[in-house]
């Protein structure tokens, strides 16, 4: 499962590099077992993307969640879906699966790692802040990221 952030200045430079990542993290082992050799394509695995606005959450002051460093709603949309285009382009489109984007969903996971990491875009944006650029958290789990 990857749970998929978009920052308001992401471009899509930042969603070539996530999607070239998430492809090919290593995070299972090989036929010989070892370790962290083994990534989607290698397994044949899916992958499950959920749009999560949620991640580039903050709080304020008064200890209330913020979202302002999320994308707005109708660009976020079309960078989410331009994500999953580069993923089924870049993979198998039968193994690319999504949620429905900006809907409240109940998404269950079973971590069998755990195993849970950050990727984000090797393209650094100055915003003036320590935030991430994209965020994927891919989940070692049942046989999806």
């Given at each position: 499962?990857?749970?998929?952030?978009?920052?308001?200045?992401?471009?899509?430079?930042?969603?070539?590099?996530?999607?070239?990542?998430?492809?090919?993290?290593?995070?299972?082992?090989?036929?010989?077992?070892?370790?962290?050799?083994?990534?989607?394509?290698?397994?044949?695995?899916?992958?499950?993307?959920?749009?999560?606005?949620?991640?580039?959450?903050?709080?304020?002051?008064?200890?209330?969640?913020?979202?302002?460093?999320?994308?707005?709603?109708?660009?976020?949309?079309?960078?989410?879906?331009?994500?999953?285009?580069?993923?089924?382009?870049?993979?198998?489109?039968?193994?690319?699966?999504?949620?429905?984007?900006?809907?409240?969903?109940?998404?269950?996971?079973?971590?069998?790692?755990?195993?849970?990491?950050?990727?984000?875009?090797?393209?650094?944006?100055?915003v003036g802040s320590d935030y991430s650029i994209t965020n994927n958290n891919v989940n070692d789990g049942d046989g999806a990221t």
């Amino acid at each position: 499962m990857a749970l998929v952030g978009l920052h308001e200045n992401d471009t899509e430079e930042n969603l070539k590099d996530c999607c070239r990542k998430l492809l090919a993290v290593k995070l299972w082992e090989n036929d010989n077992g070892g370790q962290w050799r083994h990534g989607v394509k290698q397994r044949n695995l899916e992958i499950l993307c959920v749009s999560q606005f949620t991640l580039y959450g903050t709080l304020s002051k008064k200890n209330q969640p913020d979202y302002k460093l999320a994308m707005k709603s109708i660009p976020a949309k079309e960078m989410y879906d331009r994500f999953l285009t580069m993923l089924k382009e870049s993979y198998k489109p039968e193994k690319i699966f999504d949620g429905q984007f900006g809907a409240m969903m109940d998404v269950e996971l079973i971590n069998d790692g755990p195993v849970t990491l950050v990727i984000e875009s090797d393209q650094v944006l100055n915003v003036g802040s320590d935030y991430s650029i994209t965020n994927n958290n891919v989940n070692d789990g049942d046989g999806a990221t």
